[in-house]
């Protein structure tokens, strides 16, 4: 038997290397459906645990309040978005004023750069630094843990002090493995003690956050004066049954802030990590059955590729039947032979789908995004299986016309 298996493999790859134009051909065609399957669903798992991970920190009893609401559903044909006024100072220093709820907590920020070139001494970082102005609740509501030194206190956001807290790449671009408590870094010339180092946080759709700076939010309105700046609110509260009651209550404060009246809608979102994390679920799941999409049309167009050519190859050897079969040779040895031409045809469009999809996934996770890649296990098995499924659709019929052939006239056959 095995020396059958043998025999088997070793005619069809003779065939495969004499019709080698056509083969590479049918290879290409199931590779890339193949590619489109890993390909997409290894970046989409990639970003999906990227993003999950960064959510991760923030606890389900804590919520914002931004511009928008962060949603994917899509509007209809003509439907105009809606523009929301930005979330001002003024509207973020009212809300601190008149949001009164038991065991909460507000905080504040808003991202002033995210090009900053940030000096220390004789070193300099590229201008890639995000700089972002915070009040003293923002490090615990948005979930970052401070690895060294300590955060912010009510008397370093009042004074406007001259303290600051650096993410992790900070402390390799300016203090060559110094202890970075203590020092001094210099922005826009401004001179700052670094009181804090952040935990590492990673990438996410390139931009690197732990190159990051945070200063009293005071200090960087001093310093970053554009117009139309947007803040972002957060609000935590101690214990989460008592969340929904928070959100009411934030929601009838941002109203009156914005001085809205009772049948107009909310011109504000109010988010909950939990609903973050269910639209990136939404997104994710979009995106992956657009892959399973586009890779099944290819996969079928493929197939009837791969099945074409191996009827084709019955029909060129036709008197090569006849002569196996009349030197004793079975139906279902002649079968097999077919069948493994086509299996080994779609397992090399399966292998060479499997690394360029790998391929892309890492480009576009690593080189694009600047986020870990992950080797997508569950798209590789399935990759597998589908094209087994290819070849044993496709090489049915060509190996039962080959099998069936008569061999009188096979061998009559010119």
Same mark, same amino acid.
């Given at each position: 038997?095995?020396?059958?298996l043998?025999?088997?493999?070793s005619i069809?790859q003779?065939s495969?290397?004499?019709q080698l134009?056509r083969?590479?051909?049918t290879?290409?065609?199931i590779?890339?459906?193949?590619?489109?399957?890993?390909?997409i669903?290894?970046?989409?798992n990639a970003l999906?645990?990227?993003?999950?991970?960064?959510?991760?920190?923030i606890g389900?009893n804590?919520?914002?309040?931004?511009?928008?609401e962060r949603?994917f559903n899509?509007r209809?044909?003509?439907?105009?978005?809606?523009?929301n006024?930005?979330i001002?100072?003024?509207?973020v220093?009212?809300f601190e004023?008149?949001?009164?709820?038991?065991?909460?907590q507000?905080?504040?920020?808003?991202?002033?750069t995210s090009?900053?070139?940030?000096?220390?001494?004789d070193?300099?970082?590229?201008p890639?630094v995000?700089?972002t102005?915070?009040?003293?609740?923002?490090?615990?509501?948005?979930g970052?843990t401070i690895?060294?030194?300590?955060g912010f206190?009510?008397l370093?956001?009042e004074n406007?002090a001259?303290?600051?807290?650096i993410?992790s790449?900070m402390?390799?671009?300016l203090?060559?493995?110094?202890n970075p408590?203590?020092?001094?870094l210099s922005?826009?010339?401004?001179?700052?003690r670094v009181?804090?180092?952040?935990e590492?946080k990673?990438?996410t759709?390139?931009?690197?956050?732990?190159l990051?700076v945070l200063?009293?939010?005071?200090i960087?309105?001093?310093i970053?004066t554009?117009?139309?700046?947007n803040?972002?609110?957060?609000?935590?509260v101690?214990?989460k049954q008592?969340?929904?009651?928070?959100?009411?209550?934030?929601?009838?404060t941002?109203?009156n802030?914005r001085?809205?009246?009772p049948?107009?809608e909310n011109?504000f979102? /109010?988010?909950?990590?939990d609903?973050?994390? %269910?639209s990136l679920?939404? &997104?994710s799941? !979009?995106?992956?059955?657009a892959a *399973?999409i586009?890779?099944v049309i290819?996969?079928f167009?493929?197939?009837?590729?791969?099945m074409n050519i191996m009827?084709?190859?019955?029909t060129e050897?036709t008197r090569?039947?006849g002569v196996?079969k009349?030197?004793?040779?079975k139906r279902s040895?002649?079968?097999w032979?077919f069948f493994?031409?086509?299996?080994?045809?779609?397992?090399?469009g399966?292998?060479l789908?499997i690394?360029?999809g790998?391929l892309i996934?890492w480009i576009?996770?690593?080189?694009?995004?600047?986020?870990?890649f992950?080797i997508?296990?569950?798209?590789?098995?399935a990759?597998?299986? /589908?094209?087994?499924?290819i070849a044993i659709? %496709?090489g049915i019929?060509? &190996?039962i016309? !080959?099998?069936r052939?008569?061999? *009188?006239?096979?061998?009559r056959?010119?």
């Open positions: 038997m095995k020396g059958l043998r025999e088997n493999i069809a003779g495969i290397k004499g134009l083969t590479i051909l290879v290409f065609i590779a890339i459906g193949i590619t489109a399957l890993v390909g669903l290894s970046a989409v999906e645990t990227n993003l999950a991970s960064g959510f991760s920190g389900t804590t919520f914002n309040i931004q511009r928008y949603s899509r209809g044909g003509g439907e105009e978005r809606k523009i006024p930005i001002s100072y003024s509207d220093r009212e004023t008149k949001f009164e709820y038991p065991y909460s507000v905080g504040t920020s808003f991202q002033a090009q900053a070139e940030v000096k220390s001494g070193e300099k970082t590229k890639k995000i700089v102005g915070v009040n003293e609740n923002y490090i615990e509501n948005s970052t690895l060294e030194g300590r206190s009510n370093d956001i406007n001259r303290v600051c807290l993410g790449d402390e390799d671009a203090f060559n493995g110094l408590i203590g020092q001094q922005i826009r010339g401004n001179k700052f009181i804090g180092l952040l590492e990673g990438s759709f390139g931009n690197n956050v732990d990051r200063i009293p939010i005071g960087a309105r001093g970053y554009a117009p139309n700046i803040y972002e609110l957060s609000v935590k101690r214990d008592l969340l929904e009651g928070a959100q009411d209550r934030a929601i009838v941002m109203r802030v001085g809205l009246e049948l107009d011109n979102g /109010i988010i909950k990590r609903e973050l994390l %269910s679920n939404e &997104a799941t !979009a995106l992956n059955a *399973i586009i890779s290819t996969i167009g493929s197939s009837i590729a791969l009827l084709v190859s019955v050897r090569e039947i196996r009349a030197l004793g040779a040895t002649i079968s032979q493994i031409e086509t299996l080994l045809i779609s397992q090399y399966s292998i789908g690394l360029l790998m996934g576009v996770s690593s080189a694009v995004f600047d986020i870990p992950e997508p296990w569950g798209a590789i098995i990759a597998t299986i /589908i094209s087994i499924v659709f %496709s019929i060509p &190996a016309k !080959a099998a052939l008569d061999p *009188i006239e096979a061998l056959y010119e």
